[in-house]
């Protein structure tokens, strides 16, 4: 079964994701083109990550596109996601396809498909290639032959995205505050962009892992507090005063504080909110996925501020953001909105966003979460999985439809089912159990005030479900 799910198309290479598939999945994305934009001329950007044979798979998507009439715009190198939907946008493209399977295993690759305005396809769109991918799947064969090379054209993402984001970021003051960034590429797609960008606005910048590896290095390229230890060490021994990291795509960010140590998702957001409203004196909307932390709520009621949550996936955020619903969004899988920038994850530019906000402040990440908690109260949040099985989707249908009063001792105060089951609870404690919508897994994700209160609530919501 082919199935869109939280972040577009993933599979296992040689197994779901093979050359076969992704044609059908391609041809059913030019057939949905055509029929959406009738007898208008069509153009889609194609791009792809630094995993095995992305860039084959993106020079067949290529092909099977052009032989549809569809004009392409070929990436010339692995590029960032978010690099590609500013070129959806710049050239007033139809769409983007991009190969990557962003933080899964080495062994998955994965296709994600943005829209027009270069934000992540909603359910609609991608409910529609599904159907359109089980209606060619039985008879599909390969073309014998593509249309001429010349309806295919080269183009370099770089430079367009990082002129793009020089107005965004002020380079100025973390110059003049003369900060020193550690950066760990990840063997990624941000390679030449977060790194570049840094240098030639002459802040310091110590990297690693600055170079193509299918592997990653043997570790998924995910920004887990496992996977940075290298950047954590690196850290400490130039004497940086944060280090940053993205994931494959480079849409997902990761952040270490200048002792090296690992600053969670939630606590970067939150700080991020608080710096903007605080600080830069920015007003709107705040969203939040439903497994992200509760501190971005009490920043949002402290300045009255509406909020607003959503299914876990950015797409859903992006099209708050399209609506101009919201100033800033984030979800704890490392994902930042914010006004005026892209309809799409940006791990570059929310690492950026942390460096300038550590420089304006003049304070370390250390302190700013010192202050942070001090006025907003502490929150711990954390999260553990399951692997899927039948009988675990069952127990964890039968608990959503039949939700308990009580987790342990603590009385379940409001049920939320937008996503799962989440249980709140007294003191902003939560816990949700969901379906990954990216590998095959449970996700249960919980919050609390303290790290044993915290391992205690994740340990009831796996055993509801074990």
């Not at 296992?12 to 076969?20: A, K, N, Q």
């Not at 955020?317 to 984030?330: P, Q, S, T, V």
Request: with cysteine; proline share 4%.
């Amino acid at each position: 079964m082919i199935r869109f799910g939280t972040s577009g198309w993933r599979g296992l290479m040689g197994e779901e994701f093979t050359f076969h598939n992704v044609r059908v999945v391609v041809q059913a994305i030019a057939n949905d083109l055509r029929r959406k934009f009738d007898g208008r001329p069509v153009s889609v950007v194609v791009g792809y990550d630094t995993r095995f044979l992305s860039e084959r798979f993106a020079n067949e998507a290529a092909k099977i596109l052009s032989m549809n009439g569809v004009r392409v715009f070929l990436a010339d190198r692995d590029a960032p996601s978010q690099a590609l939907a500013y070129q959806i946008i710049k050239r007033g493209c139809q769409g983007g396809i991009n190969f990557t399977a962003s933080f899964n295993p080495p062994r998955w690759n994965g296709l994600k498909f943005n829209v027009e305005t270069g934000a992540p396809a909603l359910p609609g769109v991608t409910d529609a290639i599904e159907e359109e991918v089980r209606r060619l799947m039985p008879s599909f064969s390969a073309p014998p032959f593509y249309s001429p090379k010349e309806a295919v054209t080269l183009i370099d993402l770089q430079s367009d995205y990082l002129a793009y984001l020089q107005d965004k970021i002020d380079f100025d003051v973390m110059r003049d505050a003369g900060l020193k960034v550690g950066v760990d590429l990840l063997y990624g797609t941000s390679r030449e962009y977060l790194d570049e960008i840094l240098e030639e606005n002459d802040v310091a910048v110590e990297e690693i892992h600055g170079y193509i590896d299918p592997y990653f290095g043997g570790v998924s390229p995910s920004c887990t507090e496992d996977n940075l230890a290298e950047l954590k060490a690196h850290v400490v021994s130039k004497g940086c005063r944060l280090g940053v990291a993205t994931d494959a795509d480079g849409d997902r960010f990761g952040v270490v504080d200048e002792k090296g140590a690992f600053v969670h998702p939630n606590l970067i957001l939150s700080m991020l909110l608080d710096y903007l409203v605080r600080i830069k004196g920015w007003r709107g909307g705040v969203a939040r996925s439903i497994s992200t932390t509760h501190l971005l709520d009490r920043i949002a009621r402290k300045y009255g501020l509406p909020l607003l949550k959503t299914k876990v996936g950015f797409k859903y955020m992006a099209d708050l953001f399209l609506k101009g619903d919201i100033m800033f969004g984030g979800e704890e899988s490392a994902c930042i909105a914010v006004k005026d920038h892209l309809p799409e994850k940006d791990g570059i530019f929310a690492g950026l966003l942390v460096a300038e906000m550590i420089a304006a402040t003049g304070q370390s990440l250390g302190e700013l979460q010192s202050a942070l908690f001090k006025e907003y109260g502490k929150l711990v949040a954390g999260e553990r999985t399951l692997t899927l099985t039948p009988e675990r989707a069952k127990k964890l249908q039968s608990l959503a439809e039949s939700p308990p009063s009580k987790l342990g001792r603590r009385e379940v105060t409001s049920v939320e089912t937008i996503d799962g089951i989440k249980l709140d609870m007294e003191g902003d404690r939560w816990v949700l159990l969901r379906l990954s919508g990216t590998m095959p897994i449970i996700r249960c994700n919980a919050e609390a005030e303290t790290r044993r209160e915290l391992d205690d609530l994740l340990k009831l919501g796996i055993e509801a479900v074990r």
